[in-house]
């Protein structure tokens, strides 16, 4: 039973714990779980990070790697890649006084996947996953006009599926931001809808601005914008600019040029649902059971769209 007085994600979570913070899509992703992270270590839990790199992490020292496919990144760890999202937010936790490992995948299929998660989960004792993505494109089941980028995540959302956690929770942040890659929002919403009548969306709250979340939040994010000067966070800036207030087509780096925002206050939101019942009403992640590679992923997924009679046209949304 949820009650108003506490977010359903958060009592979900209540007696978990050892809880994985994880990005579900690569790059930044994480960094859309930093403050939903210092939420749970404020109320006394075992919290730890993971992201799904794009960084090239085979050249990392052997020291780094705990398995075959899992790095444990640490203030300390050196990147020939001038890309290395895990390195930056690692030295900014350690910073801050706070837990500084990041646990780092490559870019795999489905299978080599969740035996890294697997092996994350017998070593660290985990109870709860809670997969983040910094956007909404992991929330879409297939036959939507636009599945914006969801190689990445589809491969994070079946690897945890197949685990044996008591915990599965999928969080995003940033509600909006990927109709740069052609994501129909209105397609988000009735997703949400179907999962809740599914009893598995688990609601929706803001990131108060004048929260300590917030603030170090935003401090991570500028951090990590002066490590990547040349590939700053286009979600995650467009968060950070939604929780100082901006609105509209917000500039905040060059990567932007050319396109029109539209920053606004429900990019500051978590949406929550239940990993389980989200991963259920996919209709091609059974499809990816047996890739190991992303490339593999990408086939299945272009090999579903092509089968589709018709995809859900785009809706403008009415109000």
Known sequence: MFSLHEPPLFARLRHARRILVAGAGGGFDVYAGLPLAIALLDRGKDVHFANLSFSSLYGLPSG???????AAVTPETESRDAYFPEGALARWLDRNGLPSTVHAFPKLGVRPLREAYGHLVDRLGLDAIVLVDGGTDILLRGDEAGLGTPEEDM???????GLDVPEKTVVSLGFGVDAYHGVNHVHVLENLAALARDRAYLGAFSLPAE???????LDAVEYAHAAH???????????????RGHFGDVRFTERTRGSELFINPLMAMYFAVDLDGLARRSLYLDRLEKTRTIHQIAAAIEAFRKELPQTRPPR????
């Open 64 to 70: 780094t790697w705990l398995d075959d496919a899992v």
């Open 155 to 161: 491969a994070s959302l079946a690897a945890v599926h």
């Open 229 to 243: 000067e040349l590939y700053p966070s286009i979600v995650n800036g467009s968060i950070a600019a939604a929780l």
């Open 316 to 319: 403008q949304y009415p109000h």
């Open 211 to 217: 929260s300590r979340e917030a603030s170090l939040y």
